[in-house]
Protein backbone atom coordinates (compact mmCIF):
# COMPACT_ATOMS: atom_id res chain seq x y z
CA UNK A 1 0.00 0.00 0.00
CA UNK A 2 3.00 2.12 0.19
CA UNK A 3 2.89 5.53 -1.74
CA UNK A 4 -0.21 4.84 -2.78
CA UNK A 5 -3.36 6.78 -3.85
CA UNK A 6 -6.65 7.21 -1.68
CA UNK A 7 -8.55 8.62 -4.42
CA UNK A 8 -12.05 6.37 -4.23
CA UNK A 9 -12.92 3.99 -1.37
CA UNK A 10 -13.56 1.95 -3.94
CA UNK A 11 -9.68 1.78 -4.86
CA UNK A 12 -9.42 -0.80 -1.35
CA UNK A 13 -10.49 -3.99 -1.14
CA UNK A 14 -12.55 -5.09 2.02
CA UNK A 15 -9.42 -6.34 3.98
CA UNK A 16 -7.36 -3.04 3.07
CA UNK A 17 -10.14 -1.23 4.41
CA UNK A 18 -10.51 -3.07 7.35
CA UNK A 19 -6.57 -3.02 8.16
CA UNK A 20 -7.28 0.58 8.03
CA UNK A 21 -10.00 0.80 10.61
CA UNK A 22 -7.94 -1.37 12.71
CA UNK A 23 -4.99 0.83 12.79
CA UNK A 24 -7.05 3.58 13.66
CA UNK A 25 -8.14 1.82 16.72
CA UNK A 26 -4.40 1.71 17.40
CA UNK A 27 -3.96 5.15 16.96
CA UNK A 28 -7.52 5.84 19.57
CA UNK A 29 -5.27 3.55 22.03
CA UNK A 30 -1.87 5.95 21.10
CA UNK A 31 -2.68 8.88 18.93
CA UNK A 32 1.10 10.45 19.86
CA UNK A 33 3.95 8.75 18.17
CA UNK A 34 6.70 9.99 15.83
CA UNK A 35 5.85 7.81 13.11
CA UNK A 36 6.00 10.80 10.11
CA UNK A 37 9.02 12.95 11.29
CA UNK A 38 10.82 14.53 8.76
CA UNK A 39 7.58 13.77 6.48
CA UNK A 40 6.15 16.98 4.87
CA UNK A 41 2.43 17.09 4.33
CA UNK A 42 0.65 19.38 1.94
CA UNK A 43 -3.23 20.21 2.84
CA UNK A 44 -4.49 21.71 -0.24
CA UNK A 45 -8.17 23.36 -0.14
CA UNK A 46 -9.83 24.77 -2.65
CA UNK A 47 -13.05 24.70 -1.01
CA UNK A 48 -13.71 25.47 3.05
CA UNK A 49 -13.53 23.03 5.72
CA UNK A 50 -13.61 22.75 8.82
CA UNK A 51 -13.40 19.04 10.55
CA UNK A 52 -11.96 17.39 7.03
CA UNK A 53 -8.97 19.56 6.95
CA UNK A 54 -8.11 20.34 10.57
CA UNK A 55 -8.37 16.61 11.70
CA UNK A 56 -5.86 15.71 9.13
CA UNK A 57 -3.71 18.39 10.49
CA UNK A 58 -4.09 17.46 13.80
CA UNK A 59 -3.42 13.63 12.98
CA UNK A 60 -0.22 14.62 10.82
CA UNK A 61 0.93 17.07 14.10
CA UNK A 62 0.10 13.71 16.96
CA UNK A 63 2.39 11.75 14.07
CA UNK A 64 5.66 14.01 14.63
CA UNK A 65 5.13 15.56 10.85
CA UNK A 66 4.85 19.06 9.32
CA UNK A 67 2.19 20.62 7.62
CA UNK A 68 2.37 23.40 4.38
CA UNK A 69 -0.78 24.60 2.31
CA UNK A 70 -3.77 26.82 2.23
CA UNK A 71 -7.21 26.74 3.17
CA UNK A 72 -8.26 29.05 1.13
CA UNK A 73 -7.34 29.02 -2.94
CA UNK A 74 -7.59 32.67 -2.86
CA UNK A 75 -4.69 32.94 -1.25
CA UNK A 76 -2.51 30.24 -4.01
CA UNK A 77 -1.55 31.26 -7.03
CA UNK A 78 -4.47 29.07 -8.65
CA UNK A 79 -6.36 32.80 -7.98
CA UNK A 80 -4.21 34.17 -10.75
CA UNK A 81 -4.78 31.63 -13.20
CA UNK A 82 -2.22 28.66 -12.30
CA UNK A 83 -3.58 25.24 -13.44
CA UNK A 84 -4.73 22.16 -11.33
CA UNK A 85 -1.58 20.41 -13.03
CA UNK A 86 0.72 23.20 -12.17
CA UNK A 87 0.11 23.35 -8.58
CA UNK A 88 0.11 19.81 -7.84
CA UNK A 89 3.32 19.47 -10.00
CA UNK A 90 4.73 22.55 -7.77
CA UNK A 91 3.74 20.98 -4.37
CA UNK A 92 4.71 17.79 -5.79
CA UNK A 93 8.43 19.10 -4.97
CA UNK A 94 7.42 20.24 -1.72
CA UNK A 95 6.08 17.58 0.09
CA UNK A 96 5.81 13.80 0.23
CA UNK A 97 1.91 13.85 -0.05
CA UNK A 98 -0.77 15.90 -1.05
CA UNK A 99 -4.34 16.25 0.84
CA UNK A 100 -6.58 17.86 -1.27
CA UNK A 101 -10.77 18.87 -1.38
CA UNK A 102 -11.73 20.26 -4.50
CA UNK A 103 -14.72 21.44 -5.97
CA UNK A 104 -14.52 19.28 -9.05
CA UNK A 105 -15.61 15.64 -9.16
CA UNK A 106 -12.39 14.06 -10.43
CA UNK A 107 -10.04 16.61 -9.53
CA UNK A 108 -8.41 14.43 -7.15
CA UNK A 109 -8.32 11.32 -9.56
CA UNK A 110 -6.53 13.99 -12.16
CA UNK A 111 -4.41 15.20 -9.67
CA UNK A 112 -2.88 11.48 -8.57
CA UNK A 113 -2.11 11.41 -12.25
CA UNK A 114 -0.25 14.24 -12.51
CA UNK A 115 1.58 14.22 -9.51
CA UNK A 116 4.80 13.05 -7.88
CA UNK A 117 3.53 11.89 -4.24
CA UNK A 118 0.52 10.30 -3.21
CA UNK A 119 -2.59 12.17 -3.29
CA UNK A 120 -5.43 11.80 -0.52
CA UNK A 121 -9.37 13.35 -1.54
CA UNK A 122 -10.41 15.47 0.83
CA UNK A 123 -13.48 15.27 -1.19
CA UNK A 124 -14.07 16.31 -4.85
CA UNK A 125 -17.41 17.85 -5.70
CA UNK A 126 -20.86 15.78 -4.93
CA UNK A 127 -18.62 12.44 -5.82
CA UNK A 128 -16.54 11.07 -2.95
CA UNK A 129 -15.69 11.57 0.31
CA UNK A 130 -13.39 8.54 1.68
CA UNK A 131 -11.61 9.93 4.24
CA UNK A 132 -14.70 10.66 5.83
CA UNK A 133 -16.04 6.97 5.01
CA UNK A 134 -13.41 5.60 6.74
CA UNK A 135 -14.61 7.55 9.75
CA UNK A 136 -17.58 6.67 9.28
CA UNK A 137 -16.89 3.28 9.11
CA UNK A 138 -15.01 3.28 12.28
CA UNK A 139 -18.20 5.28 13.91
CA UNK A 140 -20.43 2.17 12.79
CA UNK A 141 -18.13 -0.40 14.18
CA UNK A 142 -17.47 1.01 17.37
CA UNK A 143 -21.03 1.77 17.83
CA UNK A 144 -22.45 -1.34 16.93
CA UNK A 145 -19.87 -3.81 17.40
CA UNK A 146 -20.04 -4.86 13.65
CA UNK A 147 -20.06 -3.72 9.96
CA UNK A 148 -22.17 -6.59 8.10
CA UNK A 149 -26.03 -6.69 8.38
CA UNK A 150 -27.11 -3.24 9.05
CA UNK A 151 -30.13 -1.21 8.10
CA UNK A 152 -28.80 2.25 7.21
CA UNK A 153 -30.90 5.22 6.68
CA UNK A 154 -29.64 8.22 4.74
CA UNK A 155 -31.30 10.81 4.51
CA UNK A 156 -31.32 14.80 3.24
CA UNK A 157 -29.26 15.90 -0.28
CA UNK A 158 -28.71 12.31 -1.69
CA UNK A 159 -27.51 13.69 -4.50
CA UNK A 160 -24.75 16.27 -3.83
CA UNK A 161 -23.81 14.85 -0.50
CA UNK A 162 -20.41 12.83 -1.46
CA UNK A 163 -20.17 11.43 1.98
CA UNK A 164 -23.49 9.04 1.46
CA UNK A 165 -22.01 7.88 -1.87
CA UNK A 166 -18.55 6.58 -0.39
CA UNK A 167 -20.42 5.36 2.19
CA UNK A 168 -22.59 3.59 0.46
CA UNK A 169 -19.89 2.21 -1.96
CA UNK A 170 -17.81 0.93 1.28
CA UNK A 171 -20.93 -0.74 3.12
CA UNK A 172 -21.08 -2.77 -0.10
CA UNK A 173 -18.66 -5.31 1.77
CA UNK A 174 -20.86 -5.31 4.45
CA UNK A 175 -24.51 -6.95 3.67
CA UNK A 176 -26.05 -3.06 4.34
CA UNK A 177 -29.83 -2.82 3.99
CA UNK A 178 -30.65 0.80 2.99
CA UNK A 179 -33.71 3.48 3.18
CA UNK A 180 -32.94 6.43 1.27
CA UNK A 181 -35.18 9.37 2.47
CA UNK A 182 -34.84 12.44 0.01
CA UNK A 183 -37.16 14.67 -1.85
CA UNK A 184 -37.64 14.07 -5.42
CA UNK A 185 -34.69 16.73 -6.09
CA UNK A 186 -32.42 15.08 -3.93
CA UNK A 187 -32.44 11.56 -4.75
CA UNK A 188 -29.70 8.89 -4.61
CA UNK A 189 -28.20 9.68 -8.44
CA UNK A 190 -29.64 6.62 -10.54
CA UNK A 191 -25.35 5.51 -10.39
CA UNK A 192 -25.41 4.49 -6.94
CA UNK A 193 -28.43 2.98 -7.02
CA UNK A 194 -27.50 0.66 -10.19
CA UNK A 195 -24.41 0.27 -7.71
CA UNK A 196 -26.96 -1.54 -4.98
CA UNK A 197 -28.53 -3.47 -7.75
CA UNK A 198 -25.77 -4.77 -9.07
CA UNK A 199 -24.33 -5.49 -5.54
CA UNK A 200 -27.57 -7.15 -4.56
CA UNK A 201 -28.13 -4.64 -1.80
CA UNK A 202 -31.70 -4.26 -1.09
CA UNK A 203 -32.71 -0.68 -0.98
CA UNK A 204 -36.26 1.35 -0.60
CA UNK A 205 -36.48 5.19 -1.03
CA UNK A 206 -39.43 7.31 0.41
CA UNK A 207 -40.01 11.03 0.79
CA UNK A 208 -40.96 11.33 3.99
CA UNK A 209 -39.15 10.39 7.29
CA UNK A 210 -41.87 8.68 8.81
CA UNK A 211 -40.40 5.80 9.85
CA UNK A 212 -37.09 5.69 11.43
CA UNK A 213 -38.35 2.38 13.87
CA UNK A 214 -35.89 -0.46 12.26
CA UNK A 215 -32.81 1.53 11.65
CA UNK A 216 -29.57 0.57 13.24
CA UNK A 217 -28.00 4.03 11.97
CA UNK A 218 -29.25 7.30 10.81
CA UNK A 219 -27.54 9.21 8.47
CA UNK A 220 -28.33 12.77 8.05
CA UNK A 221 -26.87 14.99 5.75
CA UNK A 222 -27.02 18.86 5.25
CA UNK A 223 -28.48 19.80 1.87
CA UNK A 224 -25.37 21.53 -0.28
CA UNK A 225 -25.93 24.91 -0.80
CA UNK A 226 -23.19 25.39 -3.05
CA UNK A 227 -23.58 22.63 -5.77
CA UNK A 228 -27.24 24.12 -6.69
CA UNK A 229 -27.17 26.55 -9.47
CA UNK A 230 -30.40 28.43 -8.88
CA UNK A 231 -30.79 29.27 -5.45
CA UNK A 232 -34.28 29.48 -5.97
CA UNK A 233 -34.08 25.48 -5.84
CA UNK A 234 -32.09 25.44 -2.85
CA UNK A 235 -34.66 27.73 -0.83
CA UNK A 236 -37.07 25.03 -1.76
CA UNK A 237 -35.66 21.96 0.09
CA UNK A 238 -33.21 23.66 2.22
CA UNK A 239 -34.98 22.59 5.32
CA UNK A 240 -36.97 19.69 4.06
CA UNK A 241 -35.75 17.53 7.21
CA UNK A 242 -35.39 18.31 10.30
CA UNK A 243 -34.67 15.21 13.28
CA UNK A 244 -36.05 16.23 16.59
CA UNK A 245 -35.45 14.66 19.87
CA UNK A 246 -39.64 13.21 20.29
CA UNK A 247 -39.06 11.05 17.05
CA UNK A 248 -35.88 8.92 18.55
CA UNK A 249 -38.44 7.47 21.45
CA UNK A 250 -39.61 4.70 19.60
CA UNK A 251 -35.70 3.77 17.49
CA UNK A 252 -33.69 0.39 18.17
CA UNK A 253 -31.96 0.81 21.19
CA UNK A 254 -28.66 0.36 19.31
CA UNK A 255 -29.75 3.38 16.79
CA UNK A 256 -26.59 5.89 16.60
CA UNK A 257 -26.90 9.07 14.61
CA UNK A 258 -24.63 10.33 12.46
CA UNK A 259 -24.04 13.40 10.51
CA UNK A 260 -20.87 13.97 8.42
CA UNK A 261 -21.23 18.08 9.68
CA UNK A 262 -21.54 20.79 9.75
CA UNK A 263 -25.54 20.69 10.24
CA UNK A 264 -27.67 23.22 8.92
CA UNK A 265 -31.29 22.79 10.48
CA UNK A 266 -31.05 19.02 9.61
CA UNK A 267 -30.99 18.02 13.27
CA UNK A 268 -32.37 19.76 16.56
CA UNK A 269 -29.87 20.78 18.86
CA UNK A 270 -32.39 19.31 21.28
CA UNK A 271 -31.21 15.65 20.12
CA UNK A 272 -27.49 16.24 21.37
CA UNK A 273 -27.66 15.46 24.40
CA UNK A 274 -29.31 11.92 23.73
CA UNK A 275 -27.34 8.88 24.02
CA UNK A 276 -28.10 8.07 20.49
CA UNK A 277 -26.44 11.02 19.30
CA UNK A 278 -23.40 10.26 18.27
CA UNK A 279 -21.85 13.23 15.02
CA UNK A 280 -19.31 15.14 17.47
CA UNK A 281 -17.64 11.78 18.56
CA UNK A 282 -18.05 10.80 14.83
CA UNK A 283 -16.28 14.07 13.83
CA UNK A 284 -13.49 13.20 17.25
CA UNK A 285 -12.74 9.68 15.52
CA UNK A 286 -11.72 11.55 12.07
CA UNK A 287 -8.56 11.81 13.58
CA UNK A 288 -7.37 8.41 14.48
CA UNK A 289 -9.17 7.47 11.45
CA UNK A 290 -6.88 10.02 9.39
CA UNK A 291 -4.17 8.97 11.08
CA UNK A 292 -4.28 5.90 10.13
CA UNK A 293 -5.03 6.69 6.36
CA UNK A 294 -2.08 8.75 6.33
CA UNK A 295 0.74 6.13 7.74
CA UNK A 296 -0.89 3.64 5.44
CA UNK A 297 -0.13 5.65 2.66
CA UNK A 298 3.07 6.29 3.35
CA UNK A 299 3.96 3.17 4.34
CA UNK A 300 5.44 4.18 7.71
CA UNK A 301 3.90 1.16 9.21
N1 LIG B 1 -17.45 16.34 7.12
C1 LIG B 1 -16.76 17.33 6.50
O1 LIG B 1 -16.25 17.15 5.39
O2 LIG B 1 -16.70 18.50 7.18
P1 LIG B 1 -15.88 19.77 6.71
O3 LIG B 1 -16.52 20.28 5.44
O4 LIG B 1 -15.95 20.75 7.84
O5 LIG B 1 -14.47 19.34 6.42
Known amino acids: ?131 QTMLDLYSIRKTQGRLNNLKITMVGDLKYGRTVHSLLMAMSHFNPTFDFIAPAELQMPEEYKMFCRNHHIPYTEHAEMSDISDADILYMTRVQKERFQDLMEYEKVKNIYTLHNAMLENTQPNLRVLHPLPRVNEISCDVDDNPKAYYFQQAKNGVYARQAIISKVLGVR
Open 1 to 131: MKNRNFVSITDYTKDEILEILDLAEEFEQNPNQNILEGKVIATLFFEPSTRTRLSFETAVNRLGGRIIGFSDAATSSSSKGETLKDTITMVSNYADLIIMRHPLEGAARYAAEVAGVPIVNAGDGANQHPS
